[in-house]
């Protein structure tokens, strides 16, 4: 289905200064045959290639500021490989380094560029691909040209659901659907909004567009197939209209999935991507278009704060400890997790706020539960503000401090979760705070 981009190119302008530059561009970067995946904690290989992999960079410019966006399809980045990426950038581009917010889709089918028991980091993959960013950043700088925005949000209630549910004895068990006689309520809520931006330059022309929706990518990820998920699929669909690049910026997705439990219906990535480019034509019909806007840029290293390893959260034992692999494979990267903790008592973190136009995007190197979200917008209001999760690193699942008391796979120390339960009020009291000081 084509965009009707007549729709664009005749809504009002809502400035006619000139003062802003824009550029996208994106590259390949499917890993090759036998290259280990991450995101399942098992050991799977790059076997069946369904659809490529990328990565996407947008580049914005005014005479005072410089920001930019890079996206992966990707599960995660680390803190170090943000830091590489950037200096790289820097040095060869002179672009503030720490102006770039580089995020993961948190796709489940694809590379492990990262160690998740039991699969080791793809070093040699890594290195391909962060070089790949580099020649990427250079593409989308040479692509720079005055441009002109629009924004618009749409609400999405029918693809993204909390997958935690409260059972009758008031724990919670993850991804359970209702058939479990002993199954109560969704723990939580999902965050319907669906936040769009189109750049184009003067003439009209489409550029680029953002996609801002939380929602946890998940679609093969238990096989040997290579897949970008949904957010491939929507970005495709995009591409196919008439708009060349369109990065997906997860939300807080850490405890909202494409699983309807309630009503027992699993969605497929085509459902998905299909409904959200439904969710991208509508609001790109609504859209007034600005020339003049204003950048902004803001970022604090925090220090956050461990679990507690007692001997209960060791073995599986606390109240509502849920463990879809192996207590082998869970003590194991315990014992791993408990030599960090050694070496440095905290974990150090990057909460960083782009500005631009009237939108902030706060981003959060985490599998942030969606209600930190829910907060952040309602707090900076009535700035409009917006939750990047999986940003310039990864702390793993960071819940609310609530589901501590209920249990549920989200909060059972392991590979995917080692933080302490007041860690995602610290991140968002962080964020809030940034915004609220940015002009």
Not at 127 to 144: I, N, P, Q, S, W
Not at 297 to 312: C, E, G, N, Q, W
Not at 363 to 373: C, H, I, K, L, R
Request: contains cysteine; proline residues 5%; hydrophobic residues 40%.
């Amino acid at each position: 289905m084509q965009l009707d981009t007549s729709i664009i190119v005749n809504k009002k302008i809502m400035n006619l200064e000139i003062s802003m530059k824009a550029g996208f561009s994106q590259i390949d970067i499917t890993p090759p045959p036998g290259t280990k995946k991450g995101g399942w904690m098992e050991d799977l290989e790059a076997r069946v290639f369904l659809d490529p992999l990328f990565a996407r960079a947008a580049v914005f410019e005014t005479e005072k500021e410089r920001i930019a966006f890079l996206q992966l399809d990707l599960l995660s980045i680390r803190r170090d490989d943000v830091d590489d990426i950037r200096r790289r950038i820097e040095t060869q581009f002179a672009f503030p380094g720490k102006n770039i917010m580089v995020s993961a889709t948190h796709n489940h089918a694809g590379p492990a560029i990262c160690r998740l028991a039991p699969v080791e980091k793809q070093t040699e993959y890594l290195e391909l691909m962060k070089e790949k960013c580099v020649r990427l950043f250079g593409d989308a700088l040479d692509a720079v040209q005055e441009a002109e925005i629009g924004q618009a949000c749409v609400k999405e209630f029918d693809v993204a659901f909390n997958r935690r549910t409260v059972m009758r004895d008031g724990t919670v068990k993850s991804q359970t659907v209702y058939s479990n006689p002993d199954a109560l309520y969704q723990e939580g809520p999902a965050d319907p909004e669906a936040a769009v931006m189109i750049v184009r330059n003067l003439k009209g022309q489409p550029l680029g567009a953002m996609f801002n929706f939380a929602c946890h990518p998940t679609h093969h990820g238990g096989t040997n197939e290579i897949s970008a998920g949904f957010p491939g699929v929507l970005a495709a669909k995009v591409k196919a209209s008439g708009i060349p690049v369109c990065l997906y910026l997860n939300g807080a997705y850490g405890n909202v999935i494409t699983v309807d439990f309630q009503h027992r219906i699993s969605f497929s990535k085509e459902t998905v991507g299909e409904k959200l480019f439904e969710d991208f034509q509508k609001a790109s019909g609504e859209m007034c278009f600005a020339r003049d806007i204003e950048l902004g840029a803001t970022a604090k290293i925090i220090d956050l704060p461990y679990r507690d390893v007692s001997d209960d959260e060791y073995h599986g034992r606390v109240r509502g400890a849920q463990r879809f692999r192996s207590d082998e494979l869970y003590e194991k990267d315990i014992d791993h997790l408990k030599a960090k903790i050694a070496r440095s008592k905290t974990a150090k973190a990057e909460i960083q706020v782009l500005k631009l136009g009237q939108w902030y995007f706060a981003g959060v190197p985490a599998e942030y539960f969606v209600e930190f979200q829910l907060r952040i917008k309602t707090e900076t209001y009535p700035k409009s503000s917006f939750v990047i999760g999986g940003a310039n690193g990864m702390l793993g699942y960071v819940p609310i401090q609530e589901a501590f008391m209920r249990g549920g796979y989200e909060t059972t120390l392991g590979p995917p979760s080692r933080m302490a339960p007041e860690t995602g009020d610290i991140i968002a009291r962080t964020a809030i705070n940034l915004i609220k000081e940015m002009n």
